[in-house]
């Protein structure tokens, strides 16, 4: 990753680390402030940032970006008013700026065919804007999702960096191919934990994995999770 602000897809079937990957990215560039929207409330984002959950924690979660410095992680209510809750979010993020932004489950949030309002401006706008105070911001967007084909449009022509691992669904597989410059099938052969890879500059995509012992750890801690 670079410095300056991108806007990076996630995709991958369940189980092929996207969400690991994400955290690993993030982690390394150590921002000094940090929004994620954890729509399925994810045990392995536990510690990943000030836990806000809900209605009635939102306007919290909101207050606590505007301080200098901050990492919240936002769980909203799947059921209750959701989209009132992602428009609030996106807004307390595009008026904070200079920061970090994850959006999990981006599915659950977007349509191919639509764009929240208060989304789609941090992604066409968020590179670089003016505040109402005059001073420049930019927003690093992570968007991730198991299915690329039902999230929404704005943010997947905007990508600088598009990463994933297998996707299951053909239709799917194609919306990322063309991206990628490579065969669709490519993508829904992929091993867990391996993954493909193509951002700015890149003429051709690239390809990695788990090294052979790192492997042989996950697959350890899948058995050990199925044992009685």
């Known amino acids: 990753m670079t410095g300056k602000a991108l806007m990076v897809g996630v995709f991958g079937a369940r ?8 955290r690993r990215q993030i982690e390394r560039a150590r921002p000094a402030r940090l929004a994620v929207w954890d729509h399925k409330s994810d045990p392995k984002l536990a510690d990943f940032g000030q836990q806000f959950t809900g209605l009635p924690q939102l306007g919290a979660a909101v207050r606590a970006m505007q301080a200098k410095r901050f990492a919240v992680r936002y769980r909203p209510d799947a059921g209750d008013r959701l989209d009132d809750q992602f428009r609030v979010f996106c807004e307390a993020v595009f008026a904070a700026g200079n920061l970090v932004m994850w959006v999990d489950e ?23 804007y003016g505040g109402h105070d005059g001073k420049v911001r930019a927003l690093t967007i992570f968007g991730s999702s198991q299915r690329p084909g039902e999230v929404d449009k ?20 194609r919306v ?15 091993p867990d934990w391996h993954w493909i890879e193509r951002g700015p500059g890149m003429v051709e995509a690239v390809r990695g994995g788990p090294k052979p012992q790192a492997a042989k750890k996950v697959a350890s801690g899948s058995q050990q999770k199925k044992a009685p």
């Open 154 to 173: 704005s943010f997947l022509n905007n990508v600088d960096v598009l990463h994933t691992g297998r996707i299951l669904n053909a239709s799917d597989a």
């Open 15 to 22: 189980g092929t680390g996207k969400s690991y990957w994400t």
């Open 176 to 190: 990322l191919a063309d991206f990628l410059r490579l065969d669709y099938r490519e993508l829904m052969d992929l």
């Open 106 to 128: 981006l599915a659950e949030v977007t349509r191919a065919g639509r764009a929240p309002a208060a989304w789609r401006r941090c992604v066409n706008v968020g590179r670089e």
